[in-house]
Structure formats: C-alpha cells, structure tokens
C-alpha cells in the first residue's frame, strides 16, 4: 500500500506523520532543488514524488470581484453606477490603499516570521506538530501567510468549477487536513516566494482572505464592519479584520454573537503587534480599552439595489450568455462575469429612467389590489436601438421568498428568456404592420376600401405560405368600440380612427405572408418564442409581444425604415482596463425610406387628431404614433415615435381579465393611464433630445396604384358599371341630370373621365334627361327681344357694357345685346344660368 493512501491512526500514527512532515519541511528547499535527496522511509519518498507531480508555482491571478453596471447622466455622458453584481464581495486593492495597521496585524496575527522565511517557517511546523498530538490527526497551524495564501487560491479555483457538487469537492480537497495536502501548500508556497515578492504576496493574501459570507478581501470587510476604506481603518479596526480570517464563522462581525470572540482574537493580535514592536504600550492600551463597535454597511449586490433600473438592470444580466466580448462560448462567458471585474457601460438614460419611472408608479400603482395590473414604459433610440428606458410599476424582487403581489421578478418589457414574460397582445399597434405591407405593395393611402361591418370568408383572404389556417366559417371582426365604419373610406382615415374592418379588407387585398413577413423585418416576433402568426385575425393584433419590440418596431418610422434589434450595453471594460467594446448594432432597411414616410405621414394624424390625441405633446416635436386595444380592454398600448426617441407604454392585466375601461387609477379611467403615461414621458425626452421633422411621402404612396377614370357617357347604366368596377373603383348612381344625351344612359360622371384616382375611389355617375334646347342668336337685339326669344326657365343675367363717353345718347347702340354666354348654337337646359351682356351710356 503507498504511503500516499495510508493514514496513520491514534495519537502515535498522528504524531508520527507530523515528525515526518516536520523533518521535510526542513529540506523542502533542497528537496526543491535536489529532487533525488535520499530522504529515510515510504512516506517522505512518497510526499517527495507529491513535490514532483506539483507545478513550481501558482500563479495570483485576478480574484473573484465585482460586476459594476454604469448608466448615463443628465448630460448623456458622464457614466453613473446603477448597481454591482457579484459572487463574491470583493474590491481588489493597491498596496498603498490598505493601512500599515492592516499589514502589521496580519504579519501578528497570521505569520511573525513572515519576513525572514521563505515560504515556510519550519519552527512553526515542528511546533504546530507538538500542539496538533493530542488531536490524533494534523490539525491547523504551521502554516505560514504565503501558505495560507495557496490554500485561498485554490478554494478560489474551486469556487470557479462548473457545477456545485464540483465546488464543494474540490474546496474539501483544497482544505482536507492532511500531511499531502500540507506538503503540496509548502512546496507551492516556496514557489510563490521565489517569484513574488513579500510585499506582493502579503496584498495577494489581504485581498483574497474571507471575512465571512460572502464578503472577501479587507477593502470590502473595512466598508462592510466599519464603513470606511481599507486605508482608513484604525488600529483596534484593523485588528478585529485580521482576528476574522483564521475563523471566520465564530469571529466575523456579520453576527453580532461573534463580537466578544472577535474581540479576544483582536487582542491577541494587538499584543502580539505590541511584541513585534509594530506598536507602542500607548497605542496597544487604547486599541485594547476600544470596544468592537460595528458601523455595518450591508452590501447591495444585486439588481434590487438598482434604483430606479432594477428591470434593466436584470436584463442586462439575462444578457451575458450572449456577450461575445465575454468569452467564446455561453459557458465560459458566464463564469467570467461571475469572476466579475467588469465596467458595463449601458445606454441607460438614468434622468429620464427616474421621470418614467416616476410617472409609471403613479398611473399604475404596484400596490392595486383590484385586479393584477401591470404597467410599463419603454424608449429605443431610432437608428441605433438603444434602449433609453425600461420602467415598470412592480417592485423588483428575485428572491426566492418574495415579499407578495407588489413584488415581481418578471420583466414585462422584454421576452421570456430576458425576464421571464410571455408578452401581451398587440391590439391594434399590430396595424403598423399591415399599413407599411400595403404600402410596400404599391398601394396609397387615399385608397378607399370598404369598412362596412360584413362577413370575410375565410377564403378570400390569400395565403402563399400554406400555413395560416383559413378554414372554417366565415369571420366577422368588430370595429373597436362597436364604431360603425363607412363602406368606403381611405386607408388614412382608418388609421386615423383605428378601423378594425378596413384593416381586414386591407389584408384581404393582401398576403398575410406578405404581413408577417413585413412584421418581423421590422422586428415582430413573440414573446414566448413560438412562430409568428398571420391569420386575419392577427391583423387586428392577437400575436403576444414584448413592449420592448414594439418600441423598436415603431423606431423604425422614427429612423426612415431603418430598423435596430434593441440593445443596453454600449461597451464593457475588464478588471485590467481592456475595452472590450459593446453590443454590436443589428440594424436592416426594414422598409424603404419612402414608405416609412408615409406611414409617419398617417401615423401623425393618429396622434394630432386621432385615437392618440391624448398622447400628444403638442410641443411642436411630430410624433407617429399608434393606439391599440384588446378585446375587453384587458390590454391598453400607447406606441409612438420621433426621429430622437421611440416609445411603447403597456398598461393591462398580467393576468386576468379586468376591462381596463371600468377600472378607476388615481389619475382616472385605467384605459386612458396609457396616454397619461405616454405625453409627459415623450414630453420630457423632446425636452432633452428634440425632434426634426418626417419626410413627406411620394405623391404615388399617397394615391397609390392609381387608375384613369373611363368615360361612360352614352352608355348604358349596367355598361358603365361593369367597366368601372373592373378598374377597381366603387360605382355609385348619383341620378339624372340635364343633358343632351339620349334618355336612360349615362350623361356625366365624378370624377371626370381621364382623371388619375387610386383604387378603390368611388365614382358616381350621372342618367340623362334628354332636355337640352338650342341658345338662340340674340346678338344685336334689345334685353327684352333676347329674353321673349330665349324664353323661360333660364336665370338670365346682365352684363353691363359701358359704351365710349362721345357716344351719342339716341344711338341705335345703346341696349343692344353684344353677346351671350353661351353662344348662339350652344346646350341650354332648365334652370341653366344666361348671360347676357348688353351695352350702355352708365352701368
């Protein structure tokens, strides 16, 4: 059996064990440089191969520290931490930021000879032999500082494996009391002497040592225990930090039990600092006489220590498996974050985050206890996607207890792998979709279409994709609010009023492949991670999104078709100061410039006066915007855009069914909370960022696929319907009317012939009565002769002509008819208005 599996047992085998661990620490260094030395028995021959197997040295690499999350401040600029992460509660410090109280403590208390060994102190091992005998197996103590530090790395390494249960063995073998693992610390500790410094080594240890918890390091323990920086700390402080190290869970003044045992370690120190001559008898007697007083700083690691931006701050954590600039793989790119040390700088606009907030709060409060109400607002850079503001009405809450139904740890705003939520209906905001689908495919928006209440078929509606699912009886879609809609409106004035009916017409004119495909090239996609639907009735918005995808969607208008994938992480630096940049921007032509000008183009009436008139800021700043409604009102959406900012604001059930309509909030009808929450949020982000103006539309997205108006005069009722209604426009009978043209066909029509209208204009024609009479010639008759010949039924009018001033008063001139409107020749009809113009001396 090898020496290295074979554990001596009772009081005589432990103290056998630790003569030969203490006869090899002596030739350690020998045995460093001599691995051949002929050391006497199974045991030394086999903790020598052990100094073999062993690397020369380990290295002190970065420890376990803090994730810090920074957002920007008033001015857009200047970075603000919002919150800090971490496993471990540490702050790396300098040699010159710790106390020489600090470094004469732990030389007392953890290593006298500190300074003259050289990684191992050998009379301590002999005398920790002694001491450890009647234990009857090797106990603590003859480690040295140097040792002790090889044994945090490599609990710091254990900490770093992949799974718990691999954490815990490898910390258990790291701490196991055995001669092996003593003998591996030794030689590695020799390693560490010969390649750092003393000085090197001792911050190393002050930095890595555990206080308890999850608090590491004498920066963090200092601002913990005593509010202050490891620089500042007096002498009794320093030593109460260093009486916490060798024991932790009895002497760490996290528990105010441990107070009486810190402080008889803490005076043990203090005396042993007296003999060193670290300190004078003054200072040991007062630093003795100062009772332990805790000033406890708790740590806030963790987004619910982020403010106002607990959500956001979430989401940037739900992030880091994402993170390329973290490392090549999800895996290794999470445990880099949790060995932490990094800057992450976002593009959290933190004044405009608190004035959202604030109003978010206030219009639906987290505390509701009628109905689960849910509320958030956010705003997305157009061009970029940067995420300005993520505000939602519940309190942030991710422990596993919680603290009731103000709490939540779901993220509303964004999709389920980011938060946790399954999104919401879109209502009507999904109209955006199917406008800039229309728009794509050449038509207008003064194309009229029906919005008549009726049945669609379900296969009217085209399908190219296969999938949609359009079998089934006939549907017959509300308009919101039970409006009853015309059966010939424009496709901008259904925007304007949100006609349910239009839209569906729309579609049928379409492809609902077209739509989805439209939606998700402007970033549509649900929630919860399923296909995206397109069948009618996800026209009028049935598809569960996240608010933070409809804000980047409606950016897009504000960025001339431009749209951006969402992002919060602007750039990111190391523990070692590397840049390692941000998130990449993911920006596509969703649509082309032209039709997002005109979707603004309708999109600005919805808010100056439309659906959205409670929305608008009435600033000066043009906003596109859109409304949206579910069924019941269980879902309220207010979406809007500038060209600086794009904002979404949800208000509705996180679960239930509450009508939104017959709720009361403190700021009035819950239906209308979303505009409450929408005006003074964009309102304040004009105020900062400004807003130019949209584009004007091209005039053939305006009028669309136009078509000219036949000429149908002298045809038959049912001829000029046939014709006109084969070029897309709507026939309307407007009745008879005077004309020349043969009884019962067509004598005129509106819009007039050759006229370019779009699609779907209605043109109304007009039957002839066939009583057209010929102008008599009544030039150079008097006024009365014209009127007997002309006769009655006209309105005759007289134009007065002034002759020359010579004109003789008795001339045959005077009064005399010169000419007429119309000529002579010309189609009178009854009621025609004449016009004569007849001469005179003074008119």
């Known amino acids: 059996m090898s020496a290295q599996n074979s554990k001596p047992s009772g009081v005589l085998g432990a103290l056998a064990g630790l003569v030969g661990l203490g006869a090899l620490a002596g030739v350690l260094v020998t045995a460093l440089v001599t691995p051949a030395l002929a050391v006497t028995g199974m045991t030394a021959k086999a903790s020598i191969d052990i100094f073999n197997s062993l690397p020369e040295y380990l290295e002190i690499n ?15 600029v200047t970075p603000v931490p919002i919150a800090q992460l971490y496993k471990q509660n540490r702050e790396e410090v300098e040699w010159d930021q710790v106390s020489q109280y600090l470094k004469d403590a732990v030389v007392a208390g953890e290593d006298r000879r500190f300074y003259e060994h050289g990684g191992v102190d050998v009379a301590s091992v002999i005398r920790a032999a002694v001491g450890n005998v009647a234990g009857g197996e090797i106990g603590s103590g003859a480690s040295t500082l140097t040792m002790q ?52 080594i001792m911050l190393a240890y002050l930095n890595i040592a555990g206080f308890g918890g999850s608090t590491y390091g004498v920066q963090s323990a200092a601002k913990q225990f005593f509010s202050v920086p490891a620089s500042d700390v007096t002498l009794p402080q320093a030593a109460s930090l260093i009486a916490i190290v060798q024991t932790p869970a009895s002497h760490s003044l996290i528990w105010e039990d441990n107070i009486e045992a810190n402080k008889q370690r803490r005076d043990f120190i203090l005396g042993n600092m007296l003999e060193l001559g670290s300190i004078t008898q003054e200072e040991h007697d007062a630093a003795v006489a100062t009772p332990v007083e805790v000033a406890y700083s708790a740590p806030q690691n963790g987004c619910m220590y982020a403010a106002s931006a607990p959500y956001f701050c979430d989401y940037v954590t739900k992030l880091v498996p994402e993170l390329e600039m973290l490392g090549a793989s999800a895996e290794e790119r999470q445990a880099n974050w949790d060995r932490g040390g990094y800057h992450v700088y976002t593009s959290l606009q933190l004044n405009q985050q608190n004035h959202a907030q604030g109003i978010v709060n206030a219009e639906a409060p987290a505390e509701e206890a009628r109905m689960e109400l849910g509320a958030v607002a956010n705003v997305v850079e157009p061009g970029t996607g940067r995420i300005r503001v ?11 207890a919680g603290q009731g139904p103000a709490y939540t740890a779901v993220n509303f705003s964004t999709d389920r792998p980011y938060g946790g939520s399954s999104g919401f209906q879109t209502g009507s905001t999904y109209k955006i979709f199917t406008l800039a689908a229309w728009l794509n495919a050449g038509h207008g928006l003064n194309e009229v279409v029906n919005g008549a209440k009726r049945p669609f078929p379900m296969g009217s509606f085209t399908d190219s994709c296969g999938d949609a699912g359009l079998g089934g009886p006939a549907w017959t879609p509300p308009n919101y609010g039970g409006a009853s809609g015309s059966s010939s409106t424009t496709v901008l004035q259904s925007t304007i009023n949100s006609y349910n009916i239009s839209y569906v017409a729309m579609a049928q004119k379409l492809d609902l492949c077209s739509i989805r495909d439209t939606a998700a090239a402007l970033g549509a996609h649900r929630a919860d991670g399923a296909d995206l639907q397109y069948n009618p009735a996800t026209v009028l918005g049935t598809n569960e999104m996240a608010p933070l995808t409809m804000a980047a969607a409606i950016a897009a208008v504000g960025a001339g078709g431009l749209y951006c994938k969402p992002t919060a992480i602007d750039n990111v630096v190391a523990a070692d100061g590397t840049e390692l940049g941000g998130q990449a921007r993911e920006c596509s032509q969703a649509v082309s410039p032209e039709v997002s000008a005109a979707m603004a183009y309708a999109l600005k009436r919805v808010v100056t006066g439309g659906t959205a008139t409670a929305s608008n800021t009435r600033d000066g700043i043009q906003i596109a915007g ?15 855009t500038t060209t600086t900012n794009a904002l979404a604001v949800w208000v509705g059930n996180i679960n239930g069914k509450t009508n939104m309509n017959r709720i009361y909030l403190p700021g009035g009808n819950g239906a209308q909370a979303r505009h409450r929450i929408f005006r003074p949020v964009m309102a304040a982000l004009n105020g900062q960022y400004g807003g130019g103006a949209f584009a004007d539309p091209p005039s053939s997205l305006l009028n669309g696929r136009g078509a000219v108006v036949p000429n149908v005069v002298g045809q038959t009722q049912e001829q000029a319907k046939a014709l006109i209604e084969s070029l897309g426009f709507t026939y309307a009978y407007g009745g008879e009317v005077s004309s020349s043209v043969e009884v019962g066909r067509i004598a005129s029509l509106e819009p007039a012939p050759g006229a370019t209208v779009p699609r779907g204009t209605t043109v109304t024609v007009y039957g002839s009565l066939d009583n057209a009479a010929e102008m008599p010639n009544v030039i150079g008759k008097s006024l009365g002769e014209a009127k007997s010949e002309i006769g009655r039924g006209y309105t005759l009018v007289e134009d007065c002509k002034v002759l020359p001033e010579n ?25 025609a208005t004449i016009t004569l113009s007849v001469t005179r001396l003074k008119c």
Do not use: C, H
Request: overall charge negative.
């Open 807 to 831: 004109t003789d008063p008795d001339s045959d001139a005077i009064g005399k008819v010169t000419a007429t409107d119309p000529a002579a020749g010309g189609e009178i009809f009854p009621g």
């Open 390 to 400: 993520m505000a939602q009405n519940k309190y942030f809450d991710n422990t596993e």
């Open 149 to 200: 530090l090889v044994k945090n790395i490599r609990i710091q390494a254990a900490l770093e494996e992949p799974s718990e249960a691999l954490q815990k063995a490898k910390r258990a073998e790291a701490e196991e009391q055995t001669i092996e693992r003593k003998l591996q610390e030794a030689k590695l500790a020799i390693g560490l002497e010969k390649k750092y410094s003393k000085d090197e």
């Open 62 to 76: 970065q420890l376990a520290t803090k994730n810090t999350i920074y957002g920007l401040g008033d001015d857009g």
């Open 626 to 640: 859109k409304t949206g409604t579910t069924d019941n009102s269980e879902d309220t959406w207010m979406i809007g």
